[in-house]
């Protein structure tokens, strides 16, 4: 399981992600560590897949097509959507049968951030059989906090509340 966070800062983004990744529908496949998982899109916009990497892949493809330099956080944002259904929908057409896919570990992801013009965003969205994808997008407010994974380690319970108090308080006049 990924667990990615994104943050804005008064002067950029910061994206962190895990270094394992499974691939737990293809067969003979074991875990793989010290993976980064950082993709670069463009020279300034990064993005961190989440959940079913024939999903991810597939979805970070198209987006690596899409995005050109000079797109705004909306844009960017609207291809995300598009590009996660995609890669869902590729999934789905490639799927064997005997794979449950309402299985609440079937899911697909993308956190998407950086800057484009003067913007600094972060953006993202997930989708599954039964979540449809809904983007989220920040920009140009500090302090804003994007996290998926690590559900069964509550690993939002314990990021935000240490990191947002510690964070805040760095004074940020370099």
């Known amino acids: ?38 993709v670069q ?22 987006l690596r097509k899409s995005i050109l330099e000079n797109s705004r956080p909306e844009q960017i944002s609207s291809m995300c959507v598009s590009c996660v259904r995609a890669g869902w929908q590729y999934l789905l057409n490639n799927v064997l049968d005997d794979v449950n896919i309402n299985d609440i570990r079937m899911r697909a992801a993308l956190i998407i951030g950086g800057i484009t013009g003067d913007e600094l965003f972060i953006t993202g969205t997930l989708v599954s059989s039964n979540i449809p994808p809904q983007p989220i997008l920040y920009k140009n407010i ?24 510690c964070i805040r308080n760095i004074p940020w006049d370099y």
């Open 1 to 38: 399981m990924t667990i990615g966070i994104a943050l804005t800062l008064p002067d950029g983004v910061l994206l962190v992600a895990d270094g394992r990744q499974t691939s737990p529908y293809s067969n003979g496949n074991s875990p793989e560590n010290n993976l980064d998982k950082l």
């Open 41 to 62: 899109i463009s020279s300034t916009i990064y993005v961190i897949p989440f959940g079913i990497i024939q999903a991810t892949d597939f979805s970070i493809l198209i």
């Open 142 to 165: 500090p302090f804003q906090l994007f996290m998926l994974g690590g559900e069964d380690q509550q690993a939002f319970n314990l990021f935000n509340p240490r990191a947002s108090v």
